[in-house]
């Protein structure tokens, strides 16, 4: 009896602590995703309508494919040219540091680090964006300040914390590289090196970086065996509740616009600006880009600062509604710079099931494996 006994506490036990299959058993069964779950094993034009706010221009969800050509692609000469610039640490003043430097694809296009890290182990200011889908692009930089590819990447090789080279070196120092002559001449039909063409190589070389598609892509697609019901409860909390779908939507999960989400730091460490300091425009104090959520466990840390790296903490934050920040009418009507934030941020009140759920699902839009080679250097 007592060893019956001891056999059954050890079995509650384990059932508490998470370590038992009864708990997941019960997940799986969970009543509250009995009347959510059949509603998306549907084609998405019969999915619940998502919580939007007036005046919001959003999109639906859209799966993305595998690119049947990014192999074909990938030998246009153009894109052979771009990419041998990308990984070429010459383009930098120390040869030291090349794009990939802070944009490797091992770590999902991004460093992995809180800010940037370049020429002199200077740090920059903000979290190194991820590279992927840039092609989707409307504008560029958190602040959104370059309006195309080719005018955004001349500033990290000209700044002095990144690769800190003058564009016109750039040119005079590619052009003692015999090895770069042909390539030129086989992408632009000349073997003159031009910055303009450096840089039209390295936006081709870029536009082909794109994500694999997730489970969640597969699920869209009609796979409904693809998400758990867990996760597929998580993504219509995603849609309604969490409301996250007034910023996050379409097939890159991004409006491409900005808000302030309570992130500014004003008058304090960390204060950013953002793109207040492009526009000059009060009401943009505190903005930033919003970026897409695809493959984001292997983009993080997250947030302008690359403050964040832990999922469920920032489903927390989110969860408060971020408006402990904001002015008092007296403080606003004595500084019109003070940052308001974003009315589209809410509390949500979002119960511990519903944040477990979503966080699973977010977990879910994970899904490229593929890492490119680094290709070897044009001899001098």
């Given at each position: 009896?007592?060893?019956?006994l001891i056999l059954v506490v050890?079995?509650?036990?384990?059932?508490?602590?998470?370590?038992?299959?009864?708990?997941?058993?019960?997940?799986?069964?969970?009543?509250?995703?009995?009347?959510?779950?059949?509603?998306?094993?549907?084609?998405?034009?019969?999915?619940?309508?998502?919580?939007?706010?007036?005046?919001?221009?959003?999109?639906?969800?859209?799966?993305?494919?595998?690119?049947?050509?990014?192999?074909?692609?990938?030998?246009?000469?153009?894109?052979?040219?771009?990419?041998?610039?990308?990984?070429?640490?010459?383009?930098?003043?120390?040869?030291?540091?090349?794009?990939?430097?802070?944009?490797?694809?091992?770590?999902?296009?991004?460093?992995?680090?809180?800010?940037?890290?370049?020429?002199?182990?200077?740090?920059?200011?903000?979290?190194?964006?991820?590279?992927?889908?840039?092609?989707?692009?409307?504008?560029?930089?958190?602040?959104?300040?370059?309006?195309?590819?080719?005018?955004?990447?001349?500033?990290?090789?000209?700044?002095?914390?990144?690769?800190?080279?003058?564009?016109?070196?750039?040119?005079?120092?590619?052009?003692?590289?015999?090895?770069?002559?042909?390539?030129?001449?086989?992408a632009y039909g000349s073997e003159?090196?031009?910055?303009?063409?450096?840089?039209?190589?390295?936006?081709?070389?870029?536009?082909?970086?794109?994500?694999?598609?997730?489970?969640?892509?597969?699920?869209?697609?009609?796979?409904?065996?693809?998400?758990?019901?867990?996760?597929?409860?998580?993504?219509?909390?995603?849609?309604?509740?969490?409301?996250?779908?007034?910023?996050?939507?379409?097939?890159?999960?991004?409006?491409?616009?900005?808000?302030?989400?309570?992130?500014?730091?004003?008058?304090?460490?960390?204060?950013?600006?953002?793109?207040?300091?492009?526009?000059?425009?009060?009401?943009?104090?505190?903005?930033?880009?919003?970026?897409?959520?695809?493959?984001?466990?292997?983009?993080?840390?997250?947030?302008?600062?690359?403050?964040?790296?832990?999922?469920?903490?920032?489903?927390?934050?989110?969860?408060?509604?971020?408006?402990?920040?904001?002015?008092?009418?007296?403080?606003?009507?004595?500084?019109?710079?003070?940052?308001?934030?974003?009315?589209?941020?809410?509390?949500?009140?979002?119960?511990?099931?519903?944040?477990?759920?979503?966080?699973?699902?977010?977990?879910?839009?994970?899904?490229?494996?593929?890492?490119?080679?680094?290709?070897?250097?044009?001899?001098?």
């Amino acid at each position: 009896m007592n060893k019956f006994l001891i056999l059954v506490v050890a079995v509650v036990s384990l059932v508490l602590f998470g370590f038992f299959p009864a708990v997941s058993y019960y997940t799986a069964n969970n009543p509250a995703y009995d009347s959510i779950v059949p509603l998306y094993k549907k084609p998405i034009s019969q999915w619940p309508t998502p919580t939007i706010d007036a005046g919001v221009n959003w999109q639906e969800f859209e799966s993305i494919k595998r690119d049947s050509n990014y192999f074909k692609t990938q030998d246009l000469p153009d894109v052979i040219l771009g990419k041998m610039l990308f990984f070429d640490p010459k383009l930098s003043k120390s040869n030291q540091i090349s794009c990939s430097t802070c944009h490797d694809p091992e770590m999902g296009w991004t460093d992995r680090r809180r800010v940037g890290l370049g020429h002199d182990h200077l740090q920059g200011a903000r979290n190194t964006m991820s590279l992927f889908n840039i092609a989707d692009r409307t504008s560029f930089f958190w602040d959104g300040r370059a309006e195309s590819l080719e005018k955004q990447l001349r500033e990290p090789i000209a700044a002095h914390n990144e690769m800190a080279m003058n564009l016109d070196s750039v040119v005079v120092k590619l052009n003692k590289i015999e090895g770069y002559k042909p390539l030129f001449k086989d992408a632009y039909g000349s073997e003159k090196i031009t910055f303009d063409g450096i840089a039209k190589a390295l936006a081709s070389f870029q536009r082909t970086i794109k994500n694999q598609p997730s489970r969640f892509d597969k699920f869209i697609d009609g796979a409904h065996d693809a998400l758990t019901e867990q996760e597929i409860y998580g993504m219509h909390i995603f849609r309604t509740k969490a409301r996250c779908m007034n910023c996050h939507s379409g097939k890159n999960l991004t409006d491409e616009s900005f808000h302030n989400i309570g992130l500014t730091y004003y008058k304090r460490k960390y204060e950013d600006l953002g793109r207040y300091e492009i526009t000059k425009l009060p009401e943009d104090v505190g903005k930033f880009k919003t970026p897409g959520l695809r493959d984001l466990l292997i983009t993080r840390p997250w947030m302008h600062n690359g403050l964040f790296d832990n999922l469920e903490g920032v489903v927390n934050m989110y969860n408060s509604g971020m408006h402990m920040i904001d002015p008092t009418a007296e403080q606003k009507k004595a500084d019109g710079l003070y940052p308001v934030t974003d009315e589209l941020l809410k509390p949500l009140n979002l119960t511990q099931e519903e944040k477990k759920a979503l966080v699973a699902f977010l977990e879910s839009l994970s899904g490229t494996t593929y890492k490119m080679r680094r290709p070897e250097f044009p001899v001098e």
